[in-house]
Every structure is written in structure tokens, then in C-alpha cells.
């Protein structure tokens, strides 16, 4: 299967704003979920927003909520996480990933998102205070 393909990163100031894209057009369909998932530096990969694209139903970490959009575009493909007031907290590489089903609280588990997920290379982000 096709591999999602992140872009988007980049290097950015505190309370700046990124936009992430995430090209996966096998995978936003009604038969998965999508979610953003980020590693920071000596850090577990953890979740960060996910979203069942057909359904409108989006899940965020608190560490985001209010800062971060999750949003998907079916008919160009493509899953978005769009950043504001980034803090250096945010820098990390941020990976996309599709999970079978339509359940969009298995895209925010990155342990069944680890297991069973197709995931993308990741984009780097670092936010320089």
C-alpha cells in the first residue's frame, strides 16, 4: 500500500503558525481514520488530533486543544493540522497515520495506531523561543 507523505514543516518562533499536509488519497475514504502523531527529542511518540474524515468526528490532545485544527480535504486527498501559538514544547516530527475503521478514538491510540497504522516518514518542527 501507498505510504501518506507529510510536508509542511518547518522552523518557526514561539506563538508562530505552521500548517501540516499529509497527501494520503488511499486512505481518506470512509473506511479509515486518520490522526497526527509527534515524537519529541528523547521522547515517546504520542497522539496529537485525529479525525474520521466522513463523519466530521475529531479527538485532540489537551496539550493542543485550542492551538491545533485537524482537518481533511476527501476529495484532494490530503489531511491538514493546522498550528497556532506554537510554543518550543511543539518541536518534534510529527507523523501522519491511517487506521482501518471508522472508530476516530483508534487514530488519537498510538498504540493501535503502532500496530495496525500506515504511517507517513514524518515532517520536522521546531519552534525556537
Known amino acids: 500500500q501507498v505510504q501518506p507523505v507529510e510536508s509542511g514543516g518547518g522552523s518557526v518562533q514561539a506563538r508562530g503558525s505552521l500548517r501540516l499536509s499529509c497527501k494520503a488519497s488511499e486512505y481518506t475514504n470512509s473506511n479509515y481514520c486518520m490522526g497526527w502523531f509527534r515524537q519529541a527529542p528523547g521522547k515517546e511518540r504520542e497522539a496529537v488530533a485525529a479525525?474520521?474524515?466522513?463523519?466530521?468526528?475529531?479527538r485532540y490532545a489537551d496539550s493542543v486543544k485550542g492551538r491545533f485544527t485537524i482537518s481533511q480535504d476527501n476529495g484532494k486527498g490530503t489531511l491538514y493540522l493546522q498550528m497556532n501559538s506554537l510554543s518550543p514544547e511543539d518541536t518534534a516530527v510529527y507523523y501522519c497515520?491511517?487506521?482501518?475503521?471508522?472508530?476516530?478514538?483508534?487514530?488519537?491510540?498510538?498504540?493501535?495506531?503502532?500496530?495496525?497504522?500506515?504511517w507517513g516518514q514524518g515532517t520536522q518542527v521546531t519552534v525556537s523561543s
Open positions: 497515520a491511517a487506521v482501518r475503521g471508522t472508530v476516530v478514538s483508534n487514530c488519537a491510540d498510538i498504540r493501535i495506531a503502532t500496530n495496525v497504522g500506515h
Open positions: 479525525i474520521y474524515g466522513f463523519g466530521g468526528s475529531t
